[in-house]
């Protein structure tokens, strides 16, 4: 083979091994739509059961009779928690969410209602929840109507559900899954026969109607006084449990007292402080020995008037107050709910603190790669005044509009209705992918292996040699690409204002943020003293260009580490592999010439081909979601998970809170880790204090959090607060100080 042909199909091999990633990719989407669970559940497709580390979900059937019109149907999840665990019955209690159903049934069959069996009280420090332990079965009636025909030759009937349940222990998982159960039309199906009569018996019984009307709730003060009459006469003189079915109406961990009068049951339970909801009648469960009996009491004299459900919490509210200003250590921005304009002192406050933050943005490790790069520009045109110039201008003008055209993306996701902020592009495993194969390229190049003259057609080469300002523009592009992970002090306020201001206002400060990143270069290509102090090209420019592979390379590194952190070990060593291959076809194809090329680079670039198709599903693969328990020590004060409202939670129970925002492509937070937040007396007075310690991991995209960082103002990671009992909360600074810290401890 001539080496003139070798060059005509070379480029098209490597147009097969970059497109190899993306259709990877694609088929990964595939897989993950039809397999049988998502979201921390293991499952195969058409699956009945779903397995997770905390619960095993199977969907199970009773007919026996077979299907048909006015035949009995009933299907069901079994839900076996491991121990500890627990899921929610259909009023939760003080937290949690009830388990869901969404079925896809044939035509001419409709689903009922959930038959909830009766649950227990679940006390969690002051709360308490209603749920389900051990094994629980949610069975649910199907109707057969007329219409249904599954046809002369169908021999089963297939269902589909797609569930949705919170499983907690001191933390909480959200989880679902997706089934799919075939059930013969013909013959007998009972092998659950018992797990469906003992979810029966576990089923309130309805009280007739008479009875339910003898029956009332009175508000009496901050209490009701409940009355239930036709209760079997078996109850009598029993300690009954008492269930709302209605959410927000009673102190769910409270004591309430009980007592007969005759033949009925009377109870004075206290009401919510914050109770939302006036349910006339009330619907209520009493159990006793796993059975239960449900009434629908009326209410006498009616509902007091409601207190207000609060959007935020009181506390939340008091530190977004407090925290009005911006600017200025631990303050943070306010989060109004509607788009406004800000009044011109707050907005030109926010424009200067994008512009100091993009300043310092320049000294995060983040930008030091790309630092490295302009560095070498410099030193090649140390001697050409213009040459500076013309390269600074192009630089900005690159820097600027990737920050404005990354901030219109990020508002118009947010209009759309998605739950981003500053980095969220690093949050796909896909984008660190790619962006770890262009370090690897850049760090490449610059080592010597290949120029990337030789890489582009012959007029993209003379073009780039005549105007050497596209390489500046395309570094400015590289530089805010990878800024992302960093957060600079003044940062945070500034890109949390943007969510609630209008277009230009908010894009002005994106702008005001890549203006001050380029800052430092654009001046020093206008003064000349820089220029003067630079060497006159020689030798050593070589020697400086491969060093600055090397810092190229170390952000390899932190990029398949971040990826590990998404992907898990597997994805990680597949990227690993595709980088490897991806530099030896680049070596082969650029660097050897005559025989050794023509034979070294189609294996090469198939290599890469073979390995981009069957690894890249492992590369851009999430991991489930991680256990809620992230503690790093056995003891007490270890990092736990945040939840949304357990801050709050442990507040109410008295116990201060510190939360981490944190992500693992955040350099800042990382760093902020490993530093003050491991300092042996930082580590002491949280335990001394008693604090509890939650990390908000912002890695994979997370709704809760980001909402979470809305409300305090924020737009990305690092943010640290703490919660004290009976105060606001402090936001403390991006850049955390071991004496901020003790400083904010000693105040508690």
Known sequence: MSSNRLQRWLPTLLFVAASAMSVGAGAQIQLKSSSGAAMGSVGSAGSSTVTTPHVQAELIAQAPDGIGPGKPLLLGLQITHQPEWHTYWKNPGDSGLPTQFEWKLPEGMDAGEIAWPVPHKIPLGSLANYGYENTVLLPVPMTVASTFSPGPLAKDVTFQLQATWLVCRKECIPEEGTFTLQVPVQGTTALNSAAFEAAAKAHPKHLSADASAKGSVKVDGDAINVRVAGLPTELKGKTLAFFPETEAVIETAADYSQQWDGDVWTARVKLAKQRSESPSPMPIVLASDGQGWRAELPVDGGWPQTADRAVVSPALEAALKANAQLGGGAAAAPAPSSISA???GIWLTALFGALIGGLILNLMPCVFPVLAIKVVGFAQHSQDRRAHRTSGLAYTAGVIMSFLALGALMLGLRAAG?????????????VVAALAALFTIIGLNLAGVFEFGRMLPSSLASMQAKHPVADSFLTGILAVAVASPCTAPFMGASLGLTSTLPAFQALAIFAALG??????????SFIPAVARAMPRPGAWMDTLRRFMAFPMFATVVWLVWVLGQQSGINGAAALLAILVALAMAIWAL?????KSRMILAPISVLVLAVLAWSWAPRVTQMLPEPSA?????SDANAWRAWQSGLPEQLVAQGQ???????AAWCVTCQYNKTTTLADADVVRDFADKKVALLRADWTRRDPQITAALRQLGRSGVPVYVLYAPGKPPVVLTELLSKSEVQSALSAL
């Open 590 to 594: 650029f660097s050897l010439t005559g």
């Open 418 to 430: 998605e739950a981003v902020g500053w980095g969220f592009q690093l949050q796909s495993p896909g």
């Open 342 to 344: 800000a009044p011109l």
């Open 656 to 662: 201060p809170v510190f939360v981490d925002f944190t």
């Open 515 to 524: 203006f001050g990143l380029a800052l430092p270069y654009l001046l020093a």
């Open 629 to 633: 328990v992230v503690a790093e020590t």
